[in-house]
């Protein structure tokens, strides 16, 4: 008697579904083999579609329904090695799904199940029709005709001279006046650029890098602003192209990524990559497959590059490494930093956190000898520290939130040539719209907050749900007419400095003057050194180098100084620190006001006194006393609900199933969120804290599936947030 055949083999296939579980499918032609691991697969799923990823093989459960079929959509797979068990690895961290974890880490249209891009070199030329068309054309399609008609060509070519230049494109196309066409690969290395002269301690941070090429190295590039970092990661770099593999820098905002990628170019000599938000998606899944194939040599990308494959990888580097954004707030609540150091160590290659006010969880690594704790203390060149003086505003008389000494100093500076910052980190008009006589303001009717003042004070908008209503003519509660915009936003200041010095440029920098691509750029380019003024929230603190800037003004220091958030004073330092060190990067000077109405508040005693290190060093002592982190460890459940009972109905549930899972929890709520509505939702949270890492973790698996199971939680949205950087 023969032996039974075996049964033919399924898939276990991750989806991008809530459900923490995989789920089984056949192939729908062939068996499945261990090949198809990490390979995308369109299944389908209820009465829909999805794609998926394989994780897994094995045999089919006699006792099943008979499986569904799938069908592969990858020759090869996407996912492989490091990269996916460091997937493997967030899903477990984070406690998410680990179909969504891949979702999360592919670019839209390989989610969609497109195929690979393709990533040659691709250019457009004029028709016969195009050429003859050319004089009628006006507006983009013209400028964009007459590129092509002096045989500019490529389209990486085209993205640097022309904006939007893919519209332009798509419209001439459907007119047959232009074609696109592969190009030859005819491109030579151009030739690196030599930087400036390193001073001796950017060359010992280079030769320690060096030094540590060949394996797992944390390291934290610990250097006041100004002092040079970017050269230090140049050099490292250059380094690892020299010796064939690639490199990834993550920076923290879209706005750094061109001026980062431009000066990359420069020196490097080599193609460099971009991913971040303000992409298409096609671009974006074309640099996801360059970095797949190899080809891309270099990346430069803000937080989601943290998932880029790296088959050739040599190098990470975080460029302000401490910077929030690096943090996920919704969906896979990942943190960019903390994962790029899982892959590096996956990986075996070194690691950079560079940041002029590092996170006080990187110096307590440092401090415990788990990185590398390199210092730059002295500006790069001739630029030297800029002096920093408190302005005591308490019984001053104040315009849009600025002294007259504040004047006197932008005048000062103005007559000398140079440029000046207003920093206040607070877009709008006003914060608050006020009925003088009855007390009335005007509040969004969907979160617990007001609304804020825009458009000089036209348009009220909620900056936690979006929603926007005009100003009324009249007080809604008692019909008054005495309506007045409170305290003031980035437009405000922007209207008072315009009033004040009417013959310089005041140029606003916030997310209302920057929602196109690459503005910042734009704006700061087209701003250029000639004596002005900049207005600008705290997307002008990170990395931007105006070396005719020589005076930074902070408005509305006291904002920070009382906050619940135990992070408060450790964000607030970082902002100033960073912001202030805009000032005299070049020869001039700088000067930094800092106006405030408690001069004598400890942590603006500490950083004027001994800087950030000796705030730091307060900081941890306080954390330690007071178990917070990096000295504990933290998750956070969050619910939402149109009824309030609901949500506290889930968190009970929940804290009951994690008391269940151990006693070494410490369990803090339910508690209303800091805002407990938002966008029309009834918000609550359970913290979550304990002393381990591997104590957390433990009671968390121990208690999910319950959770998960809990009927309660059919009635709420809820989600887990692991190392909250937030508590609201």
């Not at 008054?480 to 305290?487: E, I, S, V």
Request: glycine content about 8%; aromatic content about 4%.
């Amino acid at each position: 008697m023969s032996a039974p055949t075996p049964a033919p083999a399924i898939w276990h296939v991750a989806l991008p579904v809530p459900v923490p579980r995989l789920f089984d499918y056949r192939p729908a032609t062939g068996a499945a083999i261990a090949g198809d691991v990490g390979c995308r697969v369109r299944v389908p799923f209820g009465p829909r579609e999805l794609v998926g990823v394989i994780t897994g093989t094995g045999a089919p459960d006699p006792q099943a329904p008979e499986l569904r079929s799938g069908e592969r959509l990858d020759a090869a797979p996407l996912f492989q090695g490091e990269l996916l068990e460091s997937l493997r690895w967030l899903a477990r961290y984070t406690h998410a799904p680990l179909g969504e974890v891949f979702a999360t880490a592919l670019p839209a249209p390989l989610r969609q199940g497109e195929a690979l891009a393709d990533t040659r070199a691709w250019g457009w030329r004029l028709t016969e029709a195009g050429l003859t068309a050319l004089p009628r054309l006006r507006g983009k399609p013209r400028r964009l005709a007459e590129l092509l008609a002096a045989s500019e060509r490529s389209e990486d070519a085209l993205a640097e001279q022309l904006d939007d230049w893919r519209a332009a494109a798509r419209a001439l196309t459907g007119r047959g006046l232009v074609e696109r066409e592969p190009l030859p690969d005819t491109r030579t290395p151009a030739s690196p650029s030599a930087g400036p002269a390193l001073n001796s301690e950017q060359q010992a941070a280079v030769d320690a890098l060096l030094a540590a090429r060949d394996g797992f190295a944390p390291v934290l590039l610990d250097g006041i602003t100004g002092s040079g970092k970017t050269e230090v990661y140049l050099h490292a770099i250059a380094d690892c192209l020299a010796r064939g593999r690639q490199a990834l820098v993550l920076v923290p905002e879209i706005g750094l990524t061109p001026q980062t990628l431009r000066r990359f170019r420069e020196r490097l000599g080599v193609p460099v990559h971009a991913l971040h938000s303000g992409l298409g998606d096609g671009e974006r899944a074309r640099t996801w497959a360059a970095c797949l194939r190899g080809e891309a040599r270099v990346i430069v990308g803000t937080r989601s590059a943290v998932f880029l494959p790296l088959p050739r990888a040599g190098l990470i580097v975080i460029d302000e490494e401490h910077d929030g954004s690096f943090k996920q707030l919704d969906g896979i609540r990942y943190h960019a930093r903390d994962f790029a150091l899982v892959r590096a160590k996956a990986l075996g290659i070194p690691i950079v956190l560079g940041s002029a006010t590092p996170s006080l969880e990187s110096l307590r690594n440092a401090k415990a000898g788990r990185y590398a704790h390199l210092r730059l203390q002295a500006r790069a060149g001739r630029a030297r520290p800029p002096r920093v003086r408190v302005v005591d505003v308490r019984k001053r008389p104040l315009d849009a939130g600025m002294s007259p000494e504040l004047f006197e100093a932008i005048a000062a500076t103005l007559h000398d040539g140079a440029q000046a910052l207003v920093f206040k980190n607070r877009r709008g008009y006003a914060p608050v719209l006020l009925c003088h006589d009855c007390g009335w303001s005007a509040q969004c009717t969907r979160c617990d907050a007001p609304m804020t003042v825009h458009a000089g004070g036209r348009r009220l908008q909620c900056h936690h749900c979006g929603a926007r209503r005009p100003a009324p003519d009249a007080c809604p509660d008692c019909g008054g007419l005495a309506l007045q915009a409170q305290g003031a936003g980035t437009e405000r200041i922007e209207e008072a400095l315009t009033k004040r010095f009417p013959d310089v440029p005041v140029l606003r920098i916030d997310r209302g003057t920057t929602q196109r691509r690459d503005a910042l750029e734009k704006l700061l380019h087209d701003f250029g050194s000639a004596p002005g003024i900049l207005v600008g929230t705290q997307m002008l603190a990170k990395g931007h180098d105006l070396p005719n800037l020589t005076l930074v003004a902070v408005v509305g220091v006291d904002e920070g100084l009382f906050s619940a958030d135990f992070r408060a004073p450790e964000k607030l330092a970082q902002l100033l620190i960073q912001v202030a060190g805009r000032a005299g990067r070049a020869a001039q000077p700088g000067d930094v006001l800092l106006q405030t109405h408690h001069p004598q508040h400890a942590l603006l005693a500490t950083l004027l006194g001994g800087g950030y290190r000796a705030f730091a060093e307060a900081e941890l002592a306080q954390r330690e006393a007071a178990g917070f982190p990096p000295f504990a460890h933290l998750a956070l459940l969050r619910a939402e609900a149109k009824q309030l009972e609901a949500t506290h109905a889930f968190l009970q549930a929940a804290r009951a199933a994690l008391r269940d899972a151990g006693d070494a929890l410490e369990l803090h709520g339910p508690l209303p969120a800091p805002m407990p509505r938002r966008a029309g939702y009834q918000r609550a949270q359970l913290l979550l804290s304990a002393p381990e890492r591997r104590t957390l973790h433990a009671a968390l698996d121990a208690a999910l599936p319950a959770i998960h199971a809990l009927p309660e939680a059919r009635r709420v949205r809820w989600s887990l947030d692991v190392d909250p950087v937030d508590l609201y």
